[in-house]
């Protein structure tokens, strides 16, 4: 694993679940920069979650399905960044196609660990597979397309046992149990706070195999 700048290191965001749905957004936040990445027309993207106007934050909430859509004076910008929906702008901003480009949202990094994704505020630096390692790397995302199957909530409350494998990369702590049950807990980024702790569980078999007790 390489040691990376704060700016250019890769934090754990979601499950690409989180990211399927049209307009579906997920946030975190590393050191003092909120990110933001959602999904647009079926494209996924990162941004800082900050308008480039007055410097609101976008998106308030950790995860959600919406436009993106400044709640200042309800800016709403494209796949690339660009504000697109401007209410008065003939009369308040009077901002032309130049205008535009120039207040376009500043773009982040998301890379993919299988079906992991993961967020960095640089848009330049070293590769995910990079900071984790070839052999974690691999892992990982044969494991995140293996164990596919949610935990139904009312089970999700597992606690592991001795039978339990651990091991940690970027801000993911992940727990297996072999053949049955894959845990995932993302830890919140620096800065960030315990709203931005991710939970998920996973099982690998069909879903209408009998699992193990």
């Not at 990110?35 to 976008?58: D, E, M, P």
Request: some cysteine; charged content about 20%.
């Amino acid at each position: 694993m390489t040691e990376a700048a704060p700016d250019t290191r890769w934090f754990y965001l979601c499950t690409d679940d989180a990211l399927a749905m049209p307009n579906a957004f997920v946030t975190t936040r590393v050191g003092v920069v909120p990110l933001v990445a959602q999904n647009l027309k079926g494209r996924v993207v990162a941004f800082r979650n900050v308008c480039t106007h007055r410097f609101a934050v976008i998106h308030g909430e950790p995860t959600g399905c919406g436009p993106l859509r400044c709640p200042y004076h309800g800016w709403t910008f494209d796949a690339e960044g660009m504000p697109t929906g401007l209410p008065f702008n003939p009369t308040d901003f009077q901002l032309d196609a130049e205008g535009r480009r120039r207040l376009a949202l500043n773009p982040a990094s998301l890379a993919r660990c299988g079906r992991l994704v993961f967020i960095r505020v640089a848009t330049e630096g070293p590769g995910l597979e990079a900071q984790m390692g070839a052999e974690i790397f691999a892992r990982l995302s044969t494991l995140s397309t293996t164990f596919t199957r949610p935990v139904p909530e009312v089970e999700a409350d597992i606690v592991p046992g001795d039978d339990w494998e651990w091991f940690e990369t970027a801000n993911l702590r992940v727990a297996l149990r072999p053949g049955h049950t894959l845990l995932l807990e993302g830890l919140p980024s620096p800065g960030a706070d315990n709203r931005f702790v991710r939970h998920a569980a996973f099982r690998s078999a069909p879903a209408d195999a009998e699992m193990p007790a």
